[in-house]
């Protein structure tokens, strides 16, 4: 998205707050707040400045847990 013009900033809120809104599920997904799922990424750097430290995941939290970036696909599965 940034590629084809948006800033940082608009492309990570296509991807997260405004796809949440699209699809109907703002109270459950879309931002990180108390009571709402949430998968986060560790990168190494701010994605507002540099959207490429995107592609240099450090590590998963998904449902509360911390893996390394090597055990999480990019679908968002754990591998053994």
């Known amino acids: 998205m940034v590629k084809f013009g948006m800033t940082p900033e608009q492309a990570l809120?296509?991807?997260?707050?405004?796809?949440?809104?699209?699809?109907?599920?703002?109270?459950?997904?879309?931002?990180?707040?108390?009571?709402?799922?949430a998968d986060i990424v560790a990168v190494p750097g701010d994605?507002?400045?540099?959207?490429?430290?995107?592609?240099?995941?450090?590590?998963?939290?998904?449902?509360?847990?911390?893996y390394p970036a090597g055990e999480v696909t990019p679908a968002g599965e754990v591998t053994p």
Do not use: C, H, Y
Not at 28 to 35: C, F, L, N, Q, Y
Not at 47 to 66: A, H
């Open 13 to 37: 809120r296509s991807a997260t707050v405004a796809g949440a809104e699209l699809l109907g599920w703002s109270d459950k997904v879309g931002t990180i707040e108390a009571g709402k799922l």
């Open 47 to 66: 994605p507002l400045e540099n959207v490429t430290v995107l592609e240099q995941v450090r590590f998963v939290m998904k449902n509360g847990v911390v």
